[in-house]
């Protein structure tokens, strides 16, 4: 009986774990190869309702350079990592830590310029 019981609050801990966490990811962008321009992971709440995300930028070796979390994100914003210059480091691939796959769009932006919205040569990639 207490086997039992033990078994059950084991799992009634951990499912909700299993239940919040997704992660989207985009496919890798050849960052090594570019020297100009920047990369910038932005994620979106298709949602309806509030809530936390984690945008991670990791370059060509899978180390991270940057990392941004956000705890309650309104359905429609989005919430974008700091543009990283490629002719410093070598942004690769998104990394987006969130609570249902099916609530959230991810996309790497790779842009001439720091802002992905003014009009330059843009390149999106999207995250499965």
């Known amino acids: 009986m207490y086997r039992a019981a033990a078994v059950v609050t084991v799992l009634l801990s951990v499912a909700p774990s299993l239940v919040s966490a ?5 496919p890798p962008f050849s960052g090594d190869q570019v020297n100009a321009g920047f990369a910038t992971c932005v994620v979106a709440n298709l949602g309806t309702q509030s809530a936390g995300v984690t945008v991670i930028t990791h370059d060509t070796g899978g180390n991270t350079l940057d990392t941004q979390t956000s705890s309650s994100v309104q ?3 989005t919430v974008s990592g ?3 210059d490629f002719a410093t480091y ?4 998104c990394e987006f830590q969130v609570g249902s796959r099916k609530a959230w769009r991810g996309s790497m932006f790779v842009s001439k310029t720091m802002s992905a919205n003014d009009g330059t040569q843009t390149v999106v990639i999207p995250a499965q």
Do not use: Q
């Open 75 to 77: 359905p429609g914003a």
């Open 82 to 84: 700091l543009p990283i």
């Open 22 to 26: 997704a992660t989207l990811v985009t």
């Open 90 to 93: 070598s942004p690769s691939w």
